[in-house]
């Protein structure tokens, strides 16, 4: 059978279908580092120097000097001209990290206050869950 050539359309739908991979490490991207003394903490990509090596640069982060690209004010300007943090914080790995951040500094009380209110919580659903399965079977019969 012959192959025939794809039309427009089917073209747009392969460029649509979602990859399996798009967080590409290019310069200018938001990053967080996993591991080492600055674990936990947001970066720029600034340059790229080997396969293996970037250059970033952020709040909080020391910056490894270099002489070409962009400085660290220019960076900082653009980063609050832009929102780019305060749109990370919405996002949903900015939420857990805030939650996560928030456990870790909470206290010994703050913590019971938490296991308790999700206990009271649990029963309360298991309640209702129990109290609508008894009506769906009322409504049966």
């Known amino acids: ?37 600055y674990a936990g903490k947001l970066c720029f990509i600034v340059d790229i120097i080997t396969i ?35 749109e990370f914080y919405k996002s949903n790995l900015g939420k857990k990290m805030m939650i996560k951040k928030r456990r870790d500094s909470a206290t010994d009380f703050e913590r019971f206050q938490i296991y308790y209110a999700s206990k009271e919580l649990k029963k309360k659903m298991n309640f209702l869950k129990f109290q609508k399965k008894g009506q769906s079977k009322k409504a049966k019969a």
């Open 1 to 37: 059978m012959p192959k025939t050539a794809l039309t427009e359309e089917e073209k747009l739908n392969l460029s649509k279908k979602k990859l399996l991979f798009n967080r590409y490490v290019e310069p200018g991207r938001l990053c967080l580092i996993e591991y080492g003394p």
């Open 52 to 86: 293996t090596r970037v250059i970033v640069d952020g709040a909080g982060i020391t910056r490894v000097k270099i002489t070409a690209n962009s400085k660290t004010g220019i960076l900082r300007k653009e980063a609050e001209k832009s929102k780019v943090l305060e």
